[in-house]
C-alpha cells in the first residue's frame, strides 16, 4: 500500500513552489526506503519547475541530488541495511536490457529512457515520479548509490549526484590525467566540480570565464589559472593547446572561441543544456586539426559508485550554501544571478516547519 510523503512541489510553471502532500510506494523486493537528509538544488530543477523545458508534469517535486539514511529494505535487498548512508541521482529506473544498460550506462537507456527521478513514469504506482524536495523515497536497489564519505560532509556529498558525475564522466571517458592541459568553461555548480575532479585527476587546470573576480576562486578549487574568455589576446595565448575541455555553460554562447584551443584530435564535450540553441560552430574548426565537439549525459550507475568513491578518497565535496525548505524561491531567484557558492544544498530537517 502506498504510503503518505511531504515534501515542496511547483503548482504550474507560474506559481511559486509550496507545501505538497502525495503518496510513495511500500518498499518492494528489491526496493531501499530512504529518510531523506539533504537535497541539492540543481540548475535543472528550475529549468523543470518553471517549465522552461518542455513536458513538465505538474504538479512537480523536483530534486535529484538526494542523501539519506535507510529506514527499510525489501526481502530481496543485498547492497543495503537499515541505517546506511545512501544516494539517489539522477534516474529511478531504466529499462535494464537495452545495449547501453547492459554496458552500464543506463542514463542513455535506448529502450524506454532512462526514468528522472522526477518527472518521469512511474512504474509501481502509475502517473509520474516526484523528486527529492521531500521527506523520503522509495528505490529500487540497482538505482542506489553507496556514501562512505564521514556524516559531517552529507550536505556537500549532495550535489555529487548530478554535478559530480556530470562532470566526472565526461573526464574519465576522455581519459583525463596527468600532463594533459585541460579547460572548464563556467565556474559555477558543474564548473567548481569539474575543477576539482580534474585536478584531483592530475591534470593542468585552467578555468574560462567572463569574470576575471573569480581567478582567486579558481585557484583555490585546483585551477592554475583563470582566462578571461572576453580577452582576445588572453584566448589568442592558448591556441592549440588543450588537449580536452569541459563545457559547462548553460546558455548560448559562441562555441569557436573554445574550438580553436584545442590541439589536433582534441575534444571539447557539452554538458550545459541552454534553453536556446548555442550559435552554429564552423565546420572548419574541426576539420582543420581533426577536432571533436561532444556531449555527455550524467553517468551510468557503476560509474556514479566509481566517481563517489573517487571524491571519498580525494576529500572532495561540493562548495555549498545550506537553506531550509522555505528558501528555495530565494535560492531560485538567485540562482539566475549566478548568486550562489556553488551549490544550494536543503536541509530536509526543515521541511516539517516549513
Same mark, same amino acid.
Given at each position: 500500500?502506498?504510503?503518505?510523503?511531504?515534501?515542496?512541489?511547483?503548482?504550474?510553471?507560474?506559481?511559486?513552489?509550496?507545501?505538497?502532500?502525495?503518496?510513495?510506494?511500500?518498499?518492494?523486493?528489491?526496493?531501499?526506503?530512504?529518510?531523506?537528509?539533504?537535497?541539492?538544488?540543481?540548475?535543472?530543477?528550475?529549468?523543470?519547475?518553471?517549465?522552461?523545458?518542455?513536458?513538465?508534469?505538474?504538479?512537480?517535486?523536483?530534486?535529484?541530488?538526494?542523501?539519506?539514511?535507510?529506514?527499510?529494505?525489501?526481502?530481496?535487498?543485498?547492497?543495503?541495511?537499515?541505517?546506511?548512508?545512501?544516494?539517489?541521482?539522477?534516474?529511478?529506473?531504466?529499462?535494464?536490457?537495452?545495449?547501453?544498460?547492459?554496458?552500464?550506462?543506463?542514463?542513455?537507456?535506448?529502450?524506454?529512457?532512462?526514468?528522472?527521478?522526477?518527472?518521469?513514469?512511474?512504474?509501481?504506482?502509475?502517473?509520474?515520479?516526484?523528486?527529492?524536495?521531500?521527506?523520503?523515497?522509495?528505490?529500487?536497489?540497482? &538505482?542506489? =548509490?553507496?556514501?562512505?564519505?564521514?556524516?559531517? %560532509? +552529507?550536505?556537500?556529498?549532495?550535489? !555529487? #549526484?548530478?554535478?559530480?558525475? /556530470?562532470?566526472?564522466?565526461?573526464?574519465?571517458?576522455?581519459?583525463?590525467?596527468?600532463?594533459?592541459?585541460?579547460?572548464?568553461?563556467?565556474?559555477?555548480?558543474?564548473?567548481?566540480?569539474?575543477?576539482?575532479?580534474?585536478?584531483?585527476?592530475?591534470?593542468?587546470?585552467?578555468?574560462?570565464?567572463?569574470?576575471?573576480?573569480?581567478?582567486?576562486?579558481?585557484?583555490?578549487?585546483?585551477?592554475?589559472?583563470?582566462?578571461?574568455?572576453?580577452?582576445?589576446?588572453?584566448?589568442?595565448?592558448?591556441?592549440?593547446?588543450?588537449? &580536452?575541455? =569541459?563545457?559547462?555553460?548553460?546558455?548560448?554562447? %559562441? +562555441?569557436?572561441?573554445?574550438?580553436? !584551443? #584545442?590541439?589536433?584530435?582534441? /575534444?571539447?564535450?557539452?554538458?550545459?543544456?541552454?534553453?536556446?540553441?548555442?550559435?552554429?560552430?564552423?565546420?572548419?574548426?574541426?576539420?582543420?586539426?581533426?577536432?571533436?565537439?561532444?556531449?555527455?549525459?550524467?553517468?551510468?550507475?557503476?560509474?556514479?559508485?566509481?566517481?563517489?568513491?573517487?571524491?571519498?578518497?580525494?576529500?572532495?565535496?561540493?562548495?555549498?550554501?545550506?537553506?531550509?525548505?522555505?528558501?528555495?524561491?530565494?535560492?531560485?531567484?538567485?540562482?539566475?544571478?549566478?548568486?550562489?557558492?556553488?551549490?544550494?544544498?536543503?536541509?530536509?530537517?526543515?521541511?516539517?516547519?516549513?
Amino acid at each position: 500500500m502506498p504510503t503518505p510523503a511531504s515534501g515542496y512541489a511547483a503548482p504550474s510553471a507560474a506559481a511559486p513552489l509550496a507545501p505538497f502532500s502525495f503518496e510513495r510506494r511500500d518498499p518492494g523486493a528489491t526496493d531501499v526506503a530512504i529518510d531523506i537528509l539533504y537535497c541539492g538544488v540543481c540548475h535543472s530543477d528550475l529549468h523543470t519547475a518553471r517549465g522552461e523545458w518542455e513536458g513538465t508534469l505538474y504538479p512537480c517535486v523536483p530534486g535529484h541530488e538526494i542523501v539519506g539514511r535507510v529506514t527499510a529494505v525489501g526481502s530481496d535487498v543485498t547492497k543495503f541495511t537499515v541505517g546506511d548512508i545512501a544516494g539517489v541521482g539522477c534516474m529511478v529506473g531504466s529499462c535494464g536490457h537495452c545495449p547501453s544498460c547492459d554496458d552500464g550506462e543506463e542514463q542513455y537507456c535506448e529502450t524506454t529512457g532512462m526514468v528522472g527521478t522526477y518527472n518521469g513514469p512511474d512504474p509501481v504506482l502509475g502517473g509520474y515520479t516526484f523528486g527529492g524536495y521531500s521527506d523520503h523515497i522509495v528505490v529500487d536497489e540497482g &538505482f542506489v =548509490l553507496k556514501v562512505t564519505h564521514d556524516e559531517a %560532509d +552529507l550536505a556537500a556529498v549532495a550535489p !555529487l #549526484l548530478c554535478a559530480g558525475i /556530470t562532470t566526472y564522466s565526461p573526464l574519465r571517458h576522455w581519459k583525463v590525467g596527468p600532463g594533459q592541459k585541460v579547460g572548464i568553461v563556467g565556474l559555477g555548480g558543474l564548473g567548481h566540480m569539474g575543477v576539482k575532479i580534474a585536478a584531483a585527476m592530475g591534470a593542468e587546470v585552467y578555468v574560462f570565464s567572463t569574470s576575471p573576480n573569480k581567478r582567486d576562486d579558481a585557484k583555490r578549487l585546483g585551477a592554475t589559472d583563470l582566462i578571461v574568455s572576453k580577452d582576445a589576446d588572453a584566448m589568442a595565448e592558448h591556441a592549440n593547446s588543450f588537449d &580536452f575541455i =569541459l563545457n559547462t555553460v548553460a546558455a548560448p554562447h %559562441d +562555441l569557436d572561441q573554445f574550438l580553436m !584551443l #584545442l590541439k589536433r584530435d582534441g /575534444t571539447m564535450t557539452l554538458v550545459g543544456v541552454p534553453a536556446e540553441p548555442h550559435p552554429s560552430p564552423s565546420v572548419g574548426n574541426l576539420v582543420f586539426r581533426r577536432r571533436h565537439l561532444a556531449g555527455s549525459l550524467i553517468g551510468g550507475i557503476a560509474e556514479t559508485q566509481e566517481m563517489l568513491d573517487f571524491c571519498r578518497e580525494h576529500g572532495l565535496t561540493a562548495d555549498i550554501e545550506t537553506i531550509r525548505m522555505d528558501e528555495i524561491e530565494t535560492a531560485y531567484e538567485r540562482m539566475v544571478k549566478s548568486d550562489v557558492k556553488y551549490r544550494f544544498v536543503i536541509d530536509m530537517a526543515t521541511l516539517t516547519a516549513a
